[in-house]
T-cell receptor
Framework: GAVVSQHPSWVICKSGTSVKIECRSLDFQATTMFWYRQFPKQSLMLMATSNEGSKATYEQGVEKDKFLINHASLTLSTLTVTSAHPEDSSFYIC?????????FGPGTRLLVL | GEDVEQSLFLSVREGDSSVINCTYTDSSSTYLYWYKQEPGAGLQLLTYIFSNMDMKQDQRLTVLLNKKDKHLSLRIADTQTGDSAIYFCAGRGDQGGKLIFGQGTELSVKP
């Protein structure tokens, strides 16, 4: 299968700071990556579609100025949570498409104090 | 839009078969997937089936697709305690590869 990594695996930050999460496809190139958010005991909520070399497409209700996405290369997409607040605390998961199938990263747990 | 539904919980005894069910609304879903999520982890792709197939078997896993009823199931034979996890079914149409997930079924395997 395909391998997708995320870094960091967990992060604790103070309210008002910005946090960057990296998503990498390790053994394949991905023109399209996705960012999800997952609350405890719930399903995944798609936040945005990240396209290499172009602007991300955000889902309805997701603030693009709050969640900045950059997909500068075929193996790396980043999600920056700007001016994080406690309500942004969540589990963030990315995925990348390889041969019509989405492969998921291990997730990043964010806790904003 | 697409809606995918699953039952929330399933409890089985070790060694029994588990059957996790999923229904979807969009008949144009071209691919249907099963993912497994263990606590604190990402999603692991278990298997997938194309919409033109009725069944797919991969070792202990059997996927059945009933297109008429828009029903998908995942059967795990000889369920082990290590199979305890949340299982998500997901459908993919032609909208840029987006997946629509069910709520997830929490499988509990008792020794």
């Amino acid at each position: 299968g395909a391998v997708v990594s995320q870094h960091p695996s967990w992060v604790i930050c103070k309210s008002g700071t910005s946090v960057k999460i990296e998503c990498r496809s390790l053994d394949f190139q991905a023109t399209t990556m996705f960012w999800y958010r997952q609350f405890p005991k719930q399903s995944l909520m798609l936040m945005a579609t990240s396209n290499e070399g172009s602007k991300a497409t955000y889902e309805q209700g997701v603030e693009k100025d709050k969640f900045l996405i950059n997909h500068a290369s075929l193996t790396l997409s980043t999600l920056t949570v700007t001016s994080a607040h406690p309500e942004d605390s969540s589990f963030y998961i990315c995925s990348a498409i390889r041969q019509e199938t989405q492969y998921f990263g291990p997730g990043t747990r964010l806790l904003v104090l | 839009g697409e809606d995918v539904e699953q039952s929330l919980f399933l409890s089985v005894r070790e060694g029994d078969s588990s059957v996790i069910n999923c229904t979807y609304t969009d008949s144009s879903s071209t691919y249907l997937y099963w993912y497994k999520q263990e606590p604190g982890a990402g999603l692991q792709l278990l298997t997938y089936i194309f919409s033109n197939m009725d069944m797919k078997q991969d070792q202990r896993l059997t996927v059945l697709l009933n297109k008429k009823d828009k029903h998908l199931s995942l059967r795990i034979a000889d369920t082990q305690t290590g199979d305890s996890a949340i299982y998500f079914c997901a459908g993919r149409g032609d909208q840029g590869g987006k997946l629509i997930f069910g709520q997830g079924t929490e499988l509990s395997v008792k020794p």
